[in-house]
């Protein structure tokens, strides 16, 4: 991709990630009365506090999964960095370095609850409670970490 098609492509990213996460905001009120979640709550809930749970958790991977790879990745190409060969790890570290998110370590910790979600589908309701407070607790940072990195995106006329 050249620059153009790099600048265009993260724009659209920024745009997308800023509805989802308005989407959350509106969603984590509507959810705020329910979580965190005890085990002995969780398995009475009805359908509808399981659909916009479920709804919540996919969200949250939506937005980690564009603000990881795209907003990330454009941010550092976009500042002259050279992202070929460079681990995941090593992308969020030069990301806070160049002032696109507070912490690299803080991501990583939201990054494994993402992979918890995508990769973990536990049935007992414990578990399922662990992972649903996990996200919980991890979200108002996943949301606060994109809308940093697009406001340096913007500041810095990347975008």
Do not use: C
């Amino acid at each position: 991709m050249n620059p153009d098609e790099v600048s265009e492509a993260t724009t659209e990213a920024a745009q997308a990630a800023e509805h989802l996460a308005a989407h959350l905001d509106r969603l984590i009120d509507r959810m705020r009365h329910l979580l965190p979640v005890d085990p002995a709550d969780l398995q009475n809930w009805g359908d509808d506090p399981w659909e916009r749970l479920h709804a919540l958790l996919r969200m949250f991977e939506q937005l980690y999964d564009l603000t990881s790879r795209k907003l990330f990745r454009g941010y550092l190409v976009l500042s002259g960095e050279t992202v070929v060969g460079l681990s995941a790890r090593n992308q969020f570290r030069r990301v806070e370095a160049l002032g696109g998110i507070a912490s690299a370590d803080r991501w990583l910790e939201i990054s494994a609850t993402r992979n918890i979600l995508v990769h973990d589908y536990p049935t007992n309701v414990a578990a399922r409670a662990q992972r649903a407070n996990r996200a919980w607790a991890d979200l108002p940072d996943l949301i606060s970490q994109t809308r940093r990195t697009i406001a340096a995106l913007r500041t810095e006329h990347l975008i």
